[in-house]
């Protein structure tokens, strides 16, 4: 499982597609933490001409949160380009036949795929947060809730890159693979803009939106039902994605 | 029936076992939700205050909140809070105003943002119930204000003098005390004026007066009914203000109060002090009274006599008399009109101290006539203990409510006075501020490292992949 892990970061870093992707993340992470990083300099200023007035500077609502919220949102931009070829790109030039020769469970199969892609993500959230430590050397910051809100990232991206991989073993080609992938989880952000229409269902198994569920985690609530959310979900895709691959037992 | 079928048949049936397994899980996980809040003070949690409030519910109650998407997870924020403290008697729908117009109708509700809390009516039909109270907005005070009028609490009344120029709870200006009233109603304080000239004496169910910086002198009669007041075990909290008629010191002086006719300063404000900038803090708690001993930030008071208490228990009328708070001890004082300007100020005669801000007396008193039982909630026998506090400058005016520790020590005082200790909290206060300036050189770095630096690397090491790969 490790090796195979390893030939997926292989694959994922000498084609420069991690590299360039973690780049272009950064990049916008980082103009989201200036032009905050701006307005709240101004806010501050406003602020201190006015004494009452600065309970309105607030750097972990006003700053730390949007910029986090940021770092998530992307994600669903960014998870389906890195998840699209997984298993794509083995059905389509015939190779996943090949990796079912090797002595390994589809559950190592799945799990060497999903966490290679999870440790590329990871690894793109972490670098992000060269903007919270450079905020940290100018304003005292709260790092309980910086450490809940990775945590939190961490966990969705987790479900992104589940539902990820199930969506790349559907098809193979790519490009429906990363359509599918987009579509689900921007649909599952829309879910937690409209919430009103899922009211039925909120009420009994809380919000279905995973960006919901990071939305209380980025501000220092750390819930059970979050948590649990994120691991049913991930588990629940990555069984999917072991019956679809199991399926081709059946269907050829 | 062939395999090829089953197997299909097996894994669509694994697909919806999975999906029920999923939501069965997140009904239990969401039911049985446990929540940390992370945050430094806690912001995100209810006050102590609110959460019993709400676990002593008897009947179940509901909030029918209107809001619009954009306010609407804050406002459910808030809610789950309450109904985490108590899921058995607190429940909440949140509902949008245009898409829910026969409700909002039934209801009464104009706009977004407001809403309703009643006892839920029989079977949780969705007809309003006819004991509800109106939330003109989602914040914890209003709701635990709406809780404390709908679960008919026993209210405990306070008086607040008027009539001699006293800071009034009608008044919303910087200088009026509208705001304490509303800091003390969702504790079940319901404040009331009272006029010695209208009345002839205080009501007999009053929890505690308060005299909020009279300027005036109290006439004979009303001095003698101050006095008996607190001589048949009374609570009294008196604001000296700096305009505050000299009288009213001679009066203190019998509970053991020596008021000095005097402001305190910190040095640096000598000589160039206006009134409205002679602030002191007072950081020096009393550790072991109930009041203070949680007491995380310091107070600022505004125009501050230093109230003294008496040492020689001859002159104290057999009250017990300490400080509750001092200032710093780099702070000096100065005539009373110097600092209001009547009088050139001098440079200040003594060294600098600390001087005590508010000070407080107590005396177990045996009545001689015996007020309602209502107006304390805990005396078992006639003897009362008589409690005062007098405080020498501005506190809980609304200007000053608000700032640092102010609100939570005023509340904290008069659930003191009335014998409520066991209200005595700190209340879970906003984000602290934390203004940021920029300096034009570090905004030149923060641009280069984070939108050209960072990216770049990156930028370069998969263009460097790319061509090693060729």
């Known amino acids: 499982m490790i090796a195979l892990m390893s030939k997926e970061l292989r694959t994922y870093y000498n084609s420069s597609m991690a590299w360039i992707l973690t780049a272009c993340y950064l990049l916008v992470i980082g103009l989201v933490f200036v032009i905050l990083l701006l307005q709240f300099g101004s806010a501050s200023t406003r ?147 409209f919430q009103e229409a899922v009211a039925v269902v909120k009420e009994y198994v809380g919000d279905p939106s995973n960006l919901t569920h990071f939305e209380t985690m980025a501000r220092g609530e750390l819930n059970s039902h979050d948590v649990v959310y994120y691991v049913a979900w991930t588990v629940l895709f990555f069984f999917l994605t072991m019956r679809i691959l199991e399926s081709r037992k059946w269907s050829t | 029936m062939s395999i090829h079928t089953k197997a299909a048949l097996n894994t669509v049936l694994s697909f919806f076992l999975a999906m029920l397994l999923f939501g069965i899980i997140l009904a239990i996980s969401n039911k049985h939700n446990k929540t940390y809040d992370v945050t430094q003070n806690k912001r995100l949690s209810l006050s102590e205050q609110s959460a019993k409030l709400v676990k002593e519910l008897k009947k179940p109650v509901r909030v029918v909140a209107f809001s619009n998407d954009h306010e609407r997870k804050n406002v459910e924020r808030i809610l789950k809070n309450y109904r985490n403290a108590n899921p058995a008697m607190f429940h909440f729908e949140v509902l949008d105003l245009l898409k829910n117009p026969a409700r909002a109708k039934a209801y009464d509700i104009v706009y977004s943002g407001q809403g309703v809390l009643e006892l839920l009516p029989e079977g949780g039909a969705n007809e309003p119930s006819k004991r509800q109270e109106r939330l003109n907005d989602f914040e914890e005070q209003t709701i635990t204000n709406a809780l404390v009028k709908l679960s008919d609490r026993d209210s405990l009344k306070l008086g607040f003098l008027t009539g001699h120029g006293e800071a009034s709870i009608s008044e919303n200006q910087p200088f009026g005390i509208s705001g304490l009233k509303m800091a003390l109603e969702p504790e079940a304080y319901k404040a009331e004026e009272i006029n010695l000239a209208k009345q002839p004496q205080l009501p007999t169910d009053l929890a505690a007066l308060i005299v909020a910086g009279p300027k005036a002198p109290l006439l004979d009669g009303e001095r003698d009914i101050l006095k008996k007041y607190i001589d048949d075990g009374g609570r009294l909290l008196f604001w000296f203000d700096a305009q505050t008629d000299r009288s009213y010191a001679d009066f203190l002086l019998q509970y053991g109060f020596e008021i000095p006719d005097e402001i305190i300063l910190t040095p640096d404000q000598v000589g160039r002090i206006t009134q409205d900038s002679a602030a002191v803090v007072g950081m020096i708690f009393d550790a072991g009274h109930p009041v203070t001993k949680d007491q995380k930030e310091f107070i600022l008071s505004l125009l501050s006599h230093p109230i003294k208490a008496v040492t020689d228990p001859t002159r104290t009328n057999g009250y017990t008399v300490k400080p509750l708070v001092s200032s710093t001890d780099m702070t000096v004082v100065v005539p009373t009109a110097e600092v209001l300007g009547k009088k050139k100020m001098a440079p200040p005669k003594g060294k600098a101290a600390s001087f005590p801000l508010v000070t407080l007396a107590s005396k177990k008193q045996t009545p001689t006539a015996s007020p309602s039982p209502s107006a304390s909630p805990s005396p078992s026998s006639d003897e009362r203990e008589a409690r005062l506090a007098v405080m020498g400058g501005e506190v809980f005016t609304n200007q000053l409510l608000r700032v640092v520790g102010n609100r939570d020590f005023s509340v904290n005082l008069i659930n003191w006075l009335v014998e409520e200790e066991g209200r005595i909290t700190i209340r879970p206060v906003a984000e602290e501020s934390k203004p940021l300036f920029l300096a034009p050189g570090q905004v030149r770095n923060i641009v280069g490292v984070q939108l050209l630096l960072i990216p770049m690397v990156f930028l370069l090491l998969g263009i460097l992949s790319a061509v090693k790969r060729r």
């Not at chain 1, 986090?68 to 699209?84: K, N, Y």
């Not at chain 1, 050397?137 to 450490?147: A, F």
């Open chain 1, 47 to 193: 602020a201190s001409a006015n004494p009452m007035g600065m309970g309105e500077v607030k750097v972990m609502e006003q700053l730390v949160y949007p910029v986090m919220w940021w770092m998530a949102f992307l994600l669903i931009f960014l998870v389906p380009l890195l998840t699209m070829r997984l298993f794509s790109e083995e059905k389509r030039s015939g190779t996943l036949e090949l990796l079912f020769t090797y002595p390994l469970t589809e559950f190592q199969i799945v799990g060497a795929k999903f966490f290679s892609a999870l440790l590329v993500v990871t690894m793109m959230v972490l670098c992000s947060g060269s903007t919270i430590l450079l905020l940290s050397r100018l304003v005292k910051i709260e790092w309980p809730t910086i450490g809940v809100a990775y945590l939190g990232l961490v966990l969705l991206a987790a479900s992104f890159v589940a539902y990820g991989v199930w969506a790349s073993s559907l098809s193979s080609n790519q490009l429906v693979a990363a359509v599918v992938t987009f579509g689900g989880l921007f649909g599952m952000w829309l879910v937690g803009v």
